[in-house]
């Protein structure tokens, strides 16, 4: 059985994999859509990156994302102080969310653990940029699954993309273990097909490669009203497929009953104690 290990020093060590409890990846602290936090974290106010670590943290994330991708914004400089933010807030494992290569290096320098890149894609310029830098700090990496092509509405060519991802890591010397898939969510609006192939990639995925699949759940809703039930959705029939590692809020309340519910269904909640707990915790 292949696991996934990310850590914190000092805080919790995680371990991601088919025989594992879905690994919760908060996904708040991203401003992308959000005002007033691009404008906090343009000026250097971290109170909102504090508050949604708290807040994730208490409803049950695993690991939280961090990502300060603002229009403007210094990354290589404020990406590593909201990590150290982070870090002074909770006790959890980090995914460290940037396309910015200096950005990273600079956040996983100060980072005490293991911490996972999000991420690289099969382009070769940012495989090139990003894996020596995995390699060097001992991270995890999640690989999506497009390339110089962009995403493909084909689940073989997505395949494809995962293989050569995961062949250039294995030739950098980065364990198998230490790569996650992001099988490519995209919104379903964009056309009818569009979760049916993400569905498809992972059983693909899992067939051929084994790895651990992460998925950036509420992508699937974007655009579209009413959002939380798509999400959910999406998120028990990816769990089915053989996702394990899941990127969404956990502080919705429907989230958080589906992925227990998921956990139950698929073997990891034994005697459903998890699931009594939580329902005797509301009463």
């Given at each position: 059985?292949?696991?996934?290990?990310?850590?914190r020093?000092?805080?919790?060590?995680?371990?991601?994999?088919?025989?594992q409890?879905?690994?919760?990846?908060?996904?708040?602290?991203?401003?992308?859509?959000?005002?007033?936090?691009?404008?906090?974290?343009?000026?250097?106010?971290?109170?909102?990156?504090?508050k949604y670590?708290?807040?994730?943290?208490?409803?049950?994330a695993?690991?939280?994302?961090?990502?300060?991708g603002?229009?403007?914004?210094?990354?290589?400089?404020v990406?590593p102080?909201?990590v150290?933010?982070?870090?002074?807030?909770?006790?959890?494992?980090?995914?460290?969310?940037?396309?910015?290569?200096?950005?990273?290096?600079?956040?996983?320098?100060?980072?005490?653990?293991?911490?996972?890149?999000n991420?690289?894609t099969?382009?070769?310029?940012?495989?090139?940029?990003?894996?020596p830098?995995?390699?060097?700090?001992n991270?995890?990496?999640?690989?999506?699954?497009?390339d110089?092509?962009g995403?493909?509405?084909d689940?073989?060519?997505?395949?494809?993309?995962?293989?050569?991802?995961?062949?250039?890591?294995?030739q950098?010397?980065?364990?198998?273990?230490?790569?996650?898939?992001?099988?490519?969510?995209?919104p379903?609006s964009?056309?009818?097909?569009?979760?049916?192939t993400?569905?498809?990639?992972?059983?693909?995925?899992?067939q051929?490669?084994?790895?651990?699949?992460?998925?950036g759940?509420?992508?699937?809703?974007f655009?579209?009203?009413?959002?939380k039930?798509?999400?959910?959705?999406?998120?028990?029939?990816?769990?089915?497929?053989?996702?394990?590692?899941?990127?969404?809020?956990?502080?919705?309340?429907?989230?958080r009953?589906?992925?227990?519910?998921a956990?139950l269904?698929?073997?990891?909640?034994e005697?459903a104690?998890?699931?009594?707990?939580?329902y005797?915790?509301?009463?």
């Amino acid at each position: 059985m292949l696991h996934t290990i990310v850590t914190r020093a000092g805080g919790k060590s995680v371990v991601i994999g088919d025989d594992q409890p879905l690994t919760i990846v908060g996904e708040k602290i991203n401003p992308t859509g959000k005002k007033k936090f691009s404008k906090a974290l343009l000026s250097g106010d971290f109170a909102t990156v504090r508050k949604y670590a708290e807040v994730q943290a208490e409803a049950g994330a695993d690991i939280l994302d961090v990502n300060v991708g603002v229009a403007g914004i210094e990354e290589e400089k404020v990406l590593p102080q909201a990590v150290r933010v982070v870090m002074d807030t909770v006790n959890l494992p980090l995914s460290i969310d940037s396309a910015n290569p200096k950005a990273i290096q600079a956040a996983l320098e100060i980072y005490q653990g293991k911490a996972i890149v999000n991420s690289v894609t099969g382009e070769e310029k940012s495989l090139g940029a990003l894996l020596p830098i995995v390699k060097k700090h001992n991270a995890a990496v999640i690989g999506l699954t497009y390339d110089e092509a962009g995403p493909s509405d084909d689940p073989y060519k997505r395949l494809e993309v995962a293989k050569k991802i995961m062949h250039q890591a294995e030739q950098m010397g980065i364990a198998k273990e230490d790569v996650l898939i992001d099988c490519l969510v995209q919104p379903a609006s964009l056309e009818k097909a569009t979760a049916k192939t993400t569905l498809e990639t992972i059983r693909l995925v899992k067939q051929e490669l084994g790895v651990n699949i992460v998925l950036g759940i509420s992508n699937v809703s974007f655009g579209l009203p009413d959002r939380k039930y798509l999400n959910v959705a999406f998120l028990a029939m990816a769990a089915a497929e053989g996702m394990t590692c899941a990127i969404i809020d956990p502080t919705v309340p429907e989230i958080r009953k589906t992925l227990l519910a998921a956990n139950l269904l698929l073997g990891h909640d034994e005697f459903a104690l998890k699931w009594i707990e939580y329902y005797r915790a509301k009463c």
